[in-house]
């Protein structure tokens, strides 16, 4: 059986999410009306925290290797562009990336088993962990 990540078919996710803001001590939920994948581009409709705050995003995909993807993505227009690399092995997906102008970076990693993917990941400024994430994207 091949093995498949979140980027290897055109495909509609849900996701729920726990962000965690480690220096404040505060947790928050977030989840995803919608997660479309599709082979250039992903379109996120999502929300954040307890008041549901919309976020739509357009993530512009591009494949620059047979196993990897450069992408870029305005998720919040107040943060800036982000920017950076996922990088496949068999049904992972290892992601860095940095914020455009500022001293913003992280990582995010997401392990596929069936139609379910798990997600982690974390931003700093600099080297000072900012927030943190886990989350559940399952495919529709």
């Keep these: 059986m091949e093995s498949k990540h979140l980027l290897s078919e055109t495909a509609e996710w849900t996701l729920s999410m726990e962000v965690t803001y480690p220096q404040k001590g505060v947790e928050v939920k977030s989840g995803g009306d919608s997660i479309r994948v599709f082979p250039d581009h992903i379109i996120r409709r999502t929300w954040f925290g307890e008041d549901h705050e919309k976020v739509d995003d357009e993530m512009v995909i591009r494949k620059t290797l047979p196993n990897s993807f450069h992408f870029v993505s305005n998720e ?40 379910v993917c798990h997600v982690e990941g974390a931003i700093y400024h600099h080297d000072v962990l900012v927030k943190t994430w886990t989350g559940v994207l399952k495919k529709r």
Excluded: C
Excluded at 82 to 94: E, F, S, V
């Design 76 to 115: 919040l227009p107040d943060f800036g562009t982000r920017y950076g690399t996922y990088h496949a092995d068999r049904n992972h997906l290892y992601n860095r990336f940095k914020v455009e102008n500022t001293g913003f970076n992280g990582f995010e990693i997401s392990s596929r088993q069936g139609d």
